[in-house]
């Protein structure tokens, strides 16, 4: 492992503790479907160019092929661990749930919970193995991740009964909800303790709960079916004072204030759709923010110029000196390549501004 990454790694707990770090962490996530729909090496090409961003990086050779998630193949229904069926149309994009296991409450009276000392929920998982590889992690001076599968708890109830079901459940304070809710919450309890037991520094809770408008769940029903979840969730890991990380994409403005109470170290959150001055004045200088860069107006349909300008205003309005800014952008097909190099440029020159 070479000593960038090695500093990269600490640097990130810097920038989440508000302990001045060197310069802003950047992650720039190309999905797995951008190597099918840009012109061949064209992005090994920019990720060559991009030291900063790609520390490391090695060109792979002719006969690469993306290892697509197994939720994320065309044409292949996935079956997940809790008997949820996912379907895509595009290699590398993540599918929908198409078949949920308990549409019907009938069938929740044979129904059984995935075991978590076999899988995560998505796949099976060798937990010994994955405990050794931690502990390499640990030797080499690395940051050690883990975390909850993304959606693992609203959504993944959406993925069991469907979404209108759920709503319909909350709403009628169905007492079969609240038993899979338990049992939903003991399987992923299970799972976060398996990362607790591997030192973690940092424990993610992903889960989009937002819409361009508001989120998808209102604040009352949040409050009193998934909340006390969330926060059961995280006390493990605020026990251990291990980092706690929230993510959710979409409009989170109304439930923000509760995601964040079970002891949040960072939040991952978009910035267009919740705003940049919003989410300045509401955490800037207080909780680190993971800003996820906009992928659908700016980068997508606006121009270089106007990119460099956007990752500009958000380093300047939430960034400070002692930390709590950490960005990251997910790249997906349609996004010009002048506004793909336009936006690693950006981000590697502003990385550096309270340097």
């Excluded at 595009?90 to 059984?112: C, M, Q, R, S």
């Excluded at 993971?290 to 500009?312: C, F, V």
Aim: proline fraction near 5%.
């Amino acid at each position: 492992m070479s000593e960038s990454l090695i500093h990269k790694d600490r640097n990130l707990l810097k920038a989440i503790y508000f302990e001045r770090p060197d310069y802003i962490p950047m992650t720039f996530h190309i999905n797995d479907a951008c190597y099918a729909a840009y012109p061949e090496d064209a992005l090994f090409d920019l990720m060559e160019e991009h030291t900063f961003l790609f520390p490391g990086f090695t060109r792979p050779g002719n006969d690469f092929v993306p290892d697509f998630l197994p939720n994320a193949r065309a044409g292949k229904p996935y079956t997940d661990s809790f008997g949820c069926v996912w379907i895509t149309l595009t290699d590398g994009i993540t599918g929908a749930v198409k078949n949920h296991p308990l549409e019907d409450w009938e069938a929740f009276k044979t129904y059984k919970m995935p075991n978590p000392q076999k899988c995560n929920g998505m796949t099976e998982v060798d937990w010994e193995m994955e405990k050794q590889k931690a502990r390499g992690e640990k030797e080499a001076g690395r940051v050690v991740v883990g975390g909850l599968r993304h959606g693992h708890t609203f959504l993944q109830l959406c993925d069991i009964r469907g979404y209108e079901n759920l709503i319909y459940d909350m709403a009628e304070e169905d007492p079969n909800l609240v038993k899979l809710i338990e049992q939903l919450e003991e399987f992923n309890l299970a799972i976060v303790n398996h990362y607790i037991d591997m030192d973690c520094d940092i424990i993610t809770y992903a889960e989009d709960l937002g819409m361009q408008h508001g989120p998808m769940i209102s604040p009352d029903l949040f409050k009193r079916f998934i909340k006390p979840s969330y926060e059961r969730l995280m006390k493990p890991a605020r026990d251990r004072n291990v980092v706690i990380h929230m993510h959710s994409d979409g409009d989170i403005r109304l439930l923000v204030d509760d995601l964040i109470s079970g002891g949040v170290n960072a939040i991952n959150l978009q910035d267009m759709v919740n705003g940049i001055d919003w989410i300045a004045e509401k955490f800037a200088g207080r909780v680190c923010v993971d800003l996820d860069i906009d992928r659908a107006r700016i980068t997508a349909q606006g121009t270089p110029a106007e990119i460099d300008k956007l990752i500009y205003e958000e380093v300047t309005k939430i960034g400070r000196k002692e930390g709590g800014l950490t960005m990251i952008y997910g790249l997906y097909p349609n996004v010009p390549l002048e506004n793909v190099k336009a936006l690693m440029d950006a981000m590697e020159k502003y990385a550096f501004h309270f340097s």
